[in-house]
């Protein structure tokens, strides 16, 4: 089985977020990157799946070199090779249509990734992928097994759980508890670094969307403290000055 | 032309959220001098569906083909893409789910269409289109201007406060809407659906009770139990709770679970870490109580009480029974 994992590159999920060049771009300075947490769920599901099955596992990233430690650490996890598409993406139309590009060239059985990445929260590119391959995309997936060609997938739904069976290929949005994340290992570190990194340059993409300026949300006011002696007055103040009641 | 825009239902019903989509596609149509019609995929009666009228919407399509019965995103996708064509829609609006992130990607990709999910505002429309969005998981916002000819919006709860029984009453115009369907969008088979069919979704509800591990374990959940049932709120838990079984997966609200919206958040024993904050930063009030003064969920909360949750939740919940 051939399997691909896409990664996000996004600001560890306790950064501080704050904005440079006039507010048009993220200020990167002191911000510690990670892969992202949805991602990798994604990644680790990818791992036990290739181990199971004997196949092989691609790690694909869209974006630029300083990913770079992202992408070996998703090798020291256990990926074969890795494809960095090198380009600053503007949004999830212009990944999508990286991600589907890379995966028409490679016939893969699976597509995993985060259920959304935790900088843009858009939570549609699995979907965008599906469309442009012509194949079925299902999120936010919980639990993942294959057996001959087929899936078996539990996902949340609005207030519970549905399990679908559905044919390969497919892309998946993965969450929590798919598996455990991993962490690799020292030989997992040594060995990351001699499997191969293939840096693309990306197809064009016609401009769908753009990021013109970021802010912040206004601070926050005090919090008003009740004595827990009048805990009760709580409900008339929710009711006559918070008007949530 | 005209603004297109896709209600989920629920047992029947336009969910609320859809609602206020319905609502905000409205506002759209007036700004860009079109009409605002909805979509509703699977079985309802006319009567729930003549409501979106009063939201502002002057047409229903109606799809109720037995085989888009249960909600499937591929098939659904393929009909609000159909339905767009028939309606010269170049904006379509969809409130933020997983369902309508699925279909708006996947429609996204058939119409070749730019897309922006967790819409927070209305478009800013003078020459060029300007949506503001959430992003760093409510941490920041980001303004972005959507070139492409047809745009997908999906919008985030209560950008549009709507009141459900202060409207207008003018029915919108029922007809039935037949997609073609596609065999490739049922490939995948139904084998199991879990559904508590008696609980709030957290989704949707505008009140929520949430625990954390302050709540020392499932057998002492009764009294927030409690306090939901008297405000007729959902419960939700944190992520720690969740993973040690005190609470269904499903509950959990954070940033790796549910993201929640809700007019009011109240946190019992939860202490606040940052990727809990991120999944409720939504809500319009946030109570935080717990024993901890420096539980650094007091920083986000509008009011706050220092205590025992187990003496403070009784109280509130006689307080909530005499609303």
């Known amino acids: ?28 300075n002191g911000v510690q990157y990670i892969i992202g947490p949805y991602d990798d769920y994604a990644l680790a599901r990818g791992v036990e799946l290739k181990e199971q099955s004997g196949g092989t596992l691609t790690v694909l990233h869209v974006g630029e070199a300083d990913a770079d430690p992202q992408i070996r650490k998703a090798l020291a996890i256990g990926a074969d090779d890795a494809i960095r598409v090198n380009a600053d993406p503007l949004d999830s139309y212009f990944v999508a249509v990286q991600i589907a590009h890379v995966a028409k060239q490679n016939n893969f059985d ?27 995309s299902y999120s936010p997936v919980m639990k993942l097994d294959i057996e001959g060609g087929s899936a078996t997938i539990s996902r949340e739904i609005d207030g519970g759980k549905e399990i679908l069976k559905a044919p390969l290929p497919l892309v998946l949005g993965c969450q929590e508890p798919i598996a455990e994340w991993k962490i690799p290992n020292m030989r997992g570190i ?56 | 032309m005209s603004v297109l825009i896709y209600v989920e239902l629920d047992n029947g019903s336009i969910k609320k959220t859809s609602l206020e989509a319905v609502a905000y596609g409205a506002k759209v149509a007036e700004k860009t001098g079109d009409k605002a019609v909805v979509l509703a995929i699977g079985q309802a009666a006319s009567s729930a569906l003549e409501l979106a009228g009063n939201y502002g919407a002057s047409k229903v399509l109606h ?65 060029s289109f300007t949506v503001t969005r959430g992003i760093f998981t409510g941490k920041a916002f980001a303004t972005t201007e959507m070139k492409s000819d047809v745009k997908i919006l999906v919008v985030k709860k209560n950008v549009i406060e709507i009141d459900e029984n202060d409207v207008a009453s ?66 939700g838990c944190s992520k720690p709770v969740s993973d040690l079984d005190w609470r269904p997966h499903h509950e959990h609200i954070g940033q790796t679970g549910i993201k929640v919206a809700p007019n009011l958040y109240i946190a019992c024993g939860i202490s606040g870490a940052i990727q809990h904050l991120a999944g409720v930063n939504g809500s319009k009030c946030i109570v935080v109580i717990n024993k901890d003064p420096e539980a650094p969920f007091f920083k986000a909360a509008d009011y706050g009480i220092i205590g025992d949750v187990f003496e403070i939740l009784p109280k509130l919940t006689e307080a909530a029974k005499k609303l």
């Open chain 1, 110 to 136: 699976l597509i995993l990734m985060g259920r959304e990445s935790i900088d843009y929260n858009s939570g549609v590119v699995h979907g965008l992928v599906g469309e442009m391959l012509g194949i079925g």
């Open chain 2, 170 to 235: 003018a029915n919108a115009v029922v007809e039935p809407f037949t997609p073609q369907l596609r065999d490739a969008d049922f490939q995948a088979s139904v084998v199991n659906v879990e559904k508590a069919s008696s609980e709030l979704s957290l989704t949707e509800a505008q009140v929520i009770v949430s625990g954390g591990r302050g709540m020392k374990g499932p057998e002492h959940w009764q009294p927030l139990l409690d306090l939901a049932k008297a405000l007729g709120a959902a419960t």
């Open chain 2, 63 to 127: 799809a109720s083909d037995e085989k888009l019965t249960h909600e499937n995103s591929l098939a659904y996708a393929d009909a609000l893409a159909q339905a767009a064509g028939q309606e010269s829609s170049k904006i379509i609006i969809l409130s933020k789910s997983g369902l309508g992130d699925a279909m708006a990607a996947r429609a996204a990709a058939k119409l070749k269409a730019g897309v922006v999910s967790g819409v927070t505002a209305l478009p800013e429309i003078n020459g």
């Open chain 1, 1 to 28: 089985m051939k399997i691909l994992v896409c990664i996000s590159n996004v600001p560890d999920t306790t950064a501080k977020i704050t904005f440079t060049d006039n507010d048009t771009r993220l200020n990167k």
């Open chain 1, 190 to 245: 040594m060995t990351a670094r001699t499997k191969p990194l293939s840096v693309v340059e990306p197809v064009s993409v016609d401009e769908m969307t753009v990021p013109e300026k970021y802010f912040l949300p206004a601070p926050k006011g005090a919090c008003k403290m009740i004595p827990a002696s009048e805990a009760e007055t709580l409900i008339r103040l929710l009711q006559t000055e918070a008007k949530v009641l």
